[in-house]
């Protein structure tokens, strides 16, 4: 139980265009759902917080306008990322909290590149 | 803040052999450490987990000891097989559901 499903796993688009991301909770309801980043060689950085019928909570120095999050309802979670540029290339991965011993629940990542 | 230290891969081991990644977290208070896995095409998986100092995580072989002393978590695995190939994660949490991670250490076990 307590699956993510996160859509595309790769994604090569241009400069210029946005690209989205879902992350849909297939057999419990997600009200928080975290965005995460990761660089080569670096870490999976919380990108900001989703909570299903309220605005997003983004870390500080990203760019809200750029990494539009919404969570309309409680088994779907978007990230688009606006007028994407090079170095938005990056993995892109979600995470809601799970009941039980796992604490969190991952989607299996998204490989943006964009050219 | 929060920050994690892991070492740097990738790890290439023979089937049988031992498995240690070194992790050292930083925080301010009592956190709560995890070693997260994925594997190739999936999401991460909580491998272990110790909420406080002394505490040891095992799962599938693996484990590890919170060391409040020197502030690490180290991941060990006394016989690892070609299964567990994967990416490796520490990562630390405060409670609030924000997980700090660790760059990830890619292992291939090889027949």
């Known amino acids: 139980g307590a699956v993510v499903s996160q859509h595309p796993s790769r994604v090569i688009c241009k400069s210029g265009t946005s690209v989205k991301i879902e992350c849909r909770s297939l057999?419990?309801?997600?009200?928080?759902m975290f965005w995460y980043r990761q660089f080569p060689k670096k870490s999976l950085m919380l990108m900001a917080t989703?909570?299903?019928?309220?605005?997003?909570?983004?870390e500080q120095g990203v760019e809200k306008d750029k990494f539009l999050i919404n969570h309309a309802s409680l088994t779907l979670s978007t990230l688009t990322v606006t007028s994407a540029h090079p170095e938005d290339s990056s993995f892109y991965i979600c995470?809601?909290?799970?009941?039980?011993?796992?604490?969190?629940?991952f989607g299996s990542g998204t490989r943006l590149t964009v050219v | 803040g929060n920050s994690v230290t892991q070492m740097e891969g990738p790890v290439t081991l023979s089937e049988e052999a031992f498995l240690t990644i070194n992790c050292t977290y930083t925080?301010?208070?009592?956190?709560?450490l995890f070693w997260y896995v994925q594997y190739p095409g999936e999401g991460l998986q909580l491998l272990l987990k110790a909420t406080k100092a002394d505490d040891k995580g095992s799962n599938k072989g693996f484990e590890a000891t919170y060391r409040k002393e020197t502030t690490s978590f180290h991941l060990e695995k006394g016989s690892v097989q070609v299964s567990d190939s994967a990416v490796y994660f520490c990562?630390?949490?405060?409670?609030?559901?924000?997980?700090?991670f660790g760059a990830g250490t890619t292992v291939t076990v090889r027949a």
């Open positions: 057999d419990f309801q997600a009200t928080t």
């Open positions: 989703s909570n299903e019928g309220s605005k997003a909570t983004y």
């Open positions: 990562a630390l949490s405060e409670g609030d559901y924000k997980l700090s």
């Open positions: 995470s809601a909290p799970a009941t039980g011993e796992r604490g969190y629940t």
């Open positions: 925080a301010t208070g009592y956190p709560s």
